[in-house]
């Protein structure tokens, strides 16, 4: 069965971080670039960023580049977004995305405000 967990998510103050975790069963993680996409309430589903099989590669929106971070740690099977520099406008649930299904997780919920 393919499990995609996403945690870490909470209520934060503008400007302030958080770190997001995905952790991955069910497909071999090692194998599969992974992304995570978010949906803001009353939005579309929107792709923030995405990272390779190995880890050595990272794409980010222009919405998120230089404040987010995502990572990967093959032998603990999880993905990681750091969040840095919270804006109001990053509020949203969060998804990590991969697989050979494509598949997506039950999100994480991720909301900044003063």
């Known amino acids: 069965e393919v499990q995609l967990v996403e945690s870490g998510g909470g209520l934060v103050q503008p400007g302030g971080s958080l770190r997001l975790s995905c952790a991955v069963s069910?497909?071999?993680?090692?194998?599969?670039?992974m992304s995570w996409v978010r949906q803001a309430p009353g939005k579309g589903l929107e792709w923030i960023s995405g990272?390779?099989?190995?880890?050595?590669?990272?794409t980010y929106a222009n919405s998120v580049k230089g404040r987010f971070t995502i990572s990967r740690d093959n032998a603990k099977n999880t993905l990681y977004l750091q969040l840095n520099s919270l804006k109001t406008e990053d509020t949203a649930m969060y998804y990590c995305?991969?697989?050979?299904?494509?598949?997506r997780g039950q999100g994480t919920q991720v909301t900044v405000s003063s």
């Open positions: 069910g497909f071999t993680f090692s194998s599969y670039p």
């Open positions: 995305r991969g697989g050979p299904g494509y598949y």
């Open positions: 990272i390779s099989s190995g880890g050595d590669s990272t």
